[in-house]
């Protein structure tokens, strides 16, 4: 035997209709609950999430970070300058060293020149009248007796 279901309108809580391009479209929004809509029912506290919610940075952590990449970079600055000082210093140094070479290059030339034996042999003829012997030179012997005696007469 079949049975006979009536249906009671207090039984039956009735389902809104939907438009399937609704639907899918997000037209609509579904009740998570289908007794929602009767009156005096509490609904469960639903996680509501927060649409990205960023947290807020410190003024002092951003003034700290700000701090610290300017003195690095007056650090590194300082550095470079620092660097380029002593590298034109270094060439300066080269320059003078490379002036100091060249001029004793020069003093040596000039010293050669001037000591030069065909140099010095006109200035003695020219200034001193010095010419070389014509015969060779002859030895004499001193007496060893007139020679003290020549001593005693300069100390006396």
């Given at each position: 035997?079949?049975?006979?279901?009536?249906?009671?309108?207090?039984?039956v809580v009735?389902?809104?209709?939907?438009?399937?391009?609704?639907?899918y479209?997000?037209?609509?929004?579904?009740?998570l609950?289908?007794?929602?809509?009767?009156?005096?029912?509490?609904?469960?506290?639903?996680?509501?999430?927060?649409?990205?919610?960023?947290k807020?940075?410190?003024?002092?952590?951003?003034?700290?970070?700000?701090?610290?990449?300017?003195?690095a970079?007056?650090?590194?600055?300082g550095?470079?300058?620092?660097?380029?000082?002593?590298?034109?210093?270094?060439?300066?140094?080269?320059?003078?060293?490379?002036?100091?070479?060249s001029?004793?290059?020069?003093?040596?030339?000039e010293?050669?020149?001037?000591?030069?034996?065909?140099?010095?042999?006109l200035?003695?003829?020219?200034?001193?009248g010095?010419?070389?012997p014509?015969?060779?030179?002859?030895?004499f012997?001193?007496?060893?007796?007139?020679?003290?005696?020549?001593?005693?007469n300069?100390h006396?």
């Amino acid at each position: 035997m079949a049975k006979n279901y009536s249906r009671n309108p207090i039984d039956v809580v009735d389902m809104p209709k939907f438009n399937d391009r609704q639907f899918y479209n997000n037209a609509i929004s579904l009740p998570l609950d289908p007794q929602e809509n009767v009156p005096g029912y509490a609904l469960p506290k639903q996680n509501v999430r927060r649409v990205n919610t960023k947290k807020r940075a410190k003024t002092s952590n951003i003034v700290g970070i700000l701090f610290l990449v300017a003195t690095a970079a007056l650090l590194y600055v300082g550095n470079v300058i620092a660097v380029n000082n002593l590298a034109k210093e270094v060439n300066d140094l080269n320059v003078k060293h490379n002036q100091i070479i060249s001029t004793n290059e020069v003093i040596k030339a000039e010293i050669n020149r001037k000591a030069s034996l065909e140099r010095i042999s006109l200035m003695a003829q020219e200034k001193l009248g010095m010419t070389n012997p014509k015969e060779a030179p002859t030895w004499f012997e001193v007496d060893g007796e007139k020679v003290i005696e020549i001593q005693k007469n300069l100390h006396q």
